[in-house]
């Protein structure tokens, strides 16, 4: 079956020791997490998970069930790049005397919408928010001016649909409750 990524997101109650209850349902099946972020979601006192993975579709399914039988998880949805709105956030320390002395590191800044974040005597902080593709298409352009320091945050991410999951889904939870 064809690998190809995708973007798991589970919505939980904000407890402790979930994060390793659920990073050993991907290494039980030897899956390696591709990026992960963790931060409050629409709903208040609920947190969102957003775990990227490459796999096949069947695996990712059966992931998701595990996921779910957790008793501190709400919900969890398995998304493919077509169905949600995704960034990251890319960071690079570079010598300032290197952007000095050579133009083109701002010409590669702006051609890459990249943004200067903090410039000291020392070094320039840049920071880059696109898809993991543009962060490290502007990692490979600035390596020789000695990047000194580099770091890429996880995948953020958005359904495309007009109203959260979660949200229908506790809705129908409380329609079946409320015919009990």
Known sequence: MDEQLFTVTVFTENQVGLLNQISIVFTRRCLN???LS??????N????FTITCYSNRA???RVVKQIEKRIDVLKSFLYT????VYQEVALYKVPTPRLLDDRTVEEIIRRHNARILEITREYVIIEKTG????????FDELKKY???QFVRSGRVAVTKSPEEYLTMYL????CRLNEL
Do not use: A, W
């Not at 963790?38 to 709903?43: K, L, T």
């Not at 006192?45 to 969102?48: C, L, S």
């Not at 593709?133 to 502007?138: A, C, G, I, Q």
């Open 33 to 35: 997490i591709e990026s």
């Open 171 to 174: 809705e129908e939870q409380e």
């Open 45 to 48: 006192g609920i947190h969102k």
């Open 146 to 148: 000695d990047i000194r």
């Open 131 to 138: 898809h993991s593709d543009e962060t490290e298409s502007l």
């Open 59 to 61: 695996m990712m399914e």
């Open 81 to 84: 790049d077509d169905e949600i």
């Open 38 to 43: 963790v931060s409050p979601s629409s709903i």
